[in-house]
């Protein structure tokens, strides 16, 4: 209350110190006094040192001076009074100011407006300002012992600007890339949560090459075998030389195949290492069209892209909602299950690691038998 | 801001975060040491950081986003929060936003941004100083100045006139800078994605 109170006293001072009105200046003084003494009386002892006052009554004195030369010495009286008044008003409210809106204030402000996306940026930016200056230093010593100087010389200054602007850009690939990867929705524009009742999901995880794949192929294999009805898409990998070269499109139902991704590094889009091809999304959003009732759901494998509304996620959110499947198979990395599961409302979920079950498939296939028709399987 | 990922966020931030460490830094002490024109390299320095950031990740209200997270650093500075570098700091991230909001990302807006942003700074020191002194020192002042032109042999100087001439002076520096940040972005780009 004291502070509410302290702060719309400073904030009257600076509006009447400005106004064309002669007792302004000495009702601001006052306000903004009020202000000081009310929240912080130090702030006056701070805000006008000897040093200060003494700039301020010199530079009022001339101003006072000039007028009086100009028209008249009451004009003159006047004018260097009322400039000495609003100075002094200025000062105190600013010093008010810099000891009380601290980063947490202003954090709090732009939540209150709604903009929590900025105070997460200013957070961030915040992270990355000590290592931006310590960029800047390597590279300026960098540059130094490359010209065999103490200092390098003015006109290296565009190399260095050149340097540090890149690295800052890298920064910016490299911070977005890793939200992504955690799951982190915080910055990015995010798809709407699934409502409604979310089937029994079976999460297949490991790491890359763990044998997720595989896994939720033979389960899919198993479950049509016992007549349960399966639909949805695997996506097997490309490897080349022990390195992921990319994958395909395998839908589930028809057995059809398309290529979906094929590393391109320079050119990779959405923040990965792949190029995309539209032939794989148009086999996805088929394989997961006109659904089975009652049947199984398999999705392998959704990831970053997907969690920004992108890639597959529209077909997937589709059939969540319209297929209504008894289950549901996803194949996620481990730092991203628990976005996905809260993109998709899911409650009831069992999670399989691949690397560490020695058949995932069949301990996915036990997982699922709670929502599977009783029967021969 | 709503771009296809966290880019355009990442990008007000991280690129804030530089030009933050540069006011917080070099802004002190060329404020501290009373430089003449520190205003017009900080502002320039500013408009290298926001045209840069446009161009790598353009996204509407970008501009915008990085003048709040530089206005944000501008708290950790020596001596705390600074009004008038705060007040400074936002209307050139408005002015780089209007421009490429206005006329797109393109080499023309970058100049017209940087030209807006280095004019609001002697623009503001100006109303600044107006309102400080009053109305009666603003008369003098202006009757000195047209003095002042009449001496160098600009007879019939008003000064808006004069104003308006110290203003665009300042303008064309100000596209300049955003000429030559424009070209030092798309380096950046080249070296960063391999194309211009």
Known sequence: MKKKLAFALAAAALGVAFLRWS???????????????LFEPAALRRAWTGRTLVSILLASGVTGVAVAWSASAP????????????????????????????????????????????????????NAMPHLVEAWRDAWIALAVRRRRRHPRWRDLPALAETLLAH??????????????????????????????????????GRS????????????????????PVFGFLQPPLWLDGRKAGFDIVDIRSG?????????????????????????????????????????????????????????????????????PR?????????????????????????????????????????????LPPGPR | MSGRDARAWTAAAVFGALWGAAEVTLGALLSAARVPLGGVVMASLGVVCLVTARRLHPAPGQSLAMGAVVAFLKVFSMGGLLLGPV???????????????????????????????????????????????????????????????????????????????????????????GAMAWRLAGRVVARVRGRA
């Open chain 1, 327 to 371: 289950a549901a198979v996803l194949t996620l990395r481990r730092q991203l299950i628990p976005a996905f599961l809260g993109l998709l409302g899911a409650t009831d979920v069992v999670v399989v690691d691949a690397e560490d079950e020695p058949d995932a498939a069949t301990a996915a296939l036990a997982a699922l038998s709670p929502a």
């Open chain 1, 23 to 37: 007792p302004g200046p000495w009702l601001a003084l006052l306000a903004a006094t009020a202000a000081a003494l």
């Open chain 2, 87 to 177: 007040v400074g700091i936002l209307t050139e991230a408005l002015a780089v936003e209007l421009a490429f909001s206005a006329l797109g990302v393109r080499l023309p807006a970058a100049m017209l941004g940087g030209a807006a942003a280095l004019a609001s700074a002697p623009a503001w020191m100006l109303l600044w100083a107006a309102l400080l002194t009053g109305p009666e020192a603003v008369q003098v002042v202006e009757r000195a100045m047209r003095m002042a032109a009449a001496t160098a042999g600009w007879r019939g100087a008003t000064s808006g006139g004069l104003v308006a001439a110290l203003v665009s002076a300042v303008a064309v520096v100000g596209a300049g800078v």
């Open chain 1, 168 to 205: 800052a850009a890298r920064l910016v690939d490299e911070t977005a890339v890793a939200a992504a990867l955690r799951g982190s929705l915080a910055l990015g524009p995010r798809p709407p949560v699934l409502e409604g009742c979310s089937p029994l999901v079976v999460v297949l995880t």
């Open chain 1, 209 to 228: 090459g763990a044998g997720k794949t595989p896994a939720a192929e033979r389960l899919a294999g198993a479950l049509a075998a016992g007549g349960v």
């Open chain 1, 256 to 324: 059809a195949r398309a290529v979906l991704g094929r590393r391109r590094d320079a050119e990779g889009q959405h923040g990965t290492p792949f190029v995309f091809h539209e032939e794989g999304f148009a086999l996805a959003r088929k394989a997961l069209a006109a659904p089975p009732r009652d049947a199984v759901l398999v999705v392998d494998e959704i990831g970053p892209v997907e969690l920004r509304g992108e890639g597959h996620w529209p077909a997937v959110a589709q059939a969540w909602k319209a297929a209504r």
């Open chain 1, 75 to 126: 004009a003159g009286i006047r004018a260097g009074l009322a400039m000495l008044l609003r100075v002094l008003v200025v000062v105190v409210v600013a010093s008010l100011a810099s000891r009380h809106v601290d980063h947490e204030s202003w954090r709090r402000a732009l939540a209150r407006l709604g903009l929590q996306r900025v105070g997460l940026a200013c957070g961030l930016a915040l």
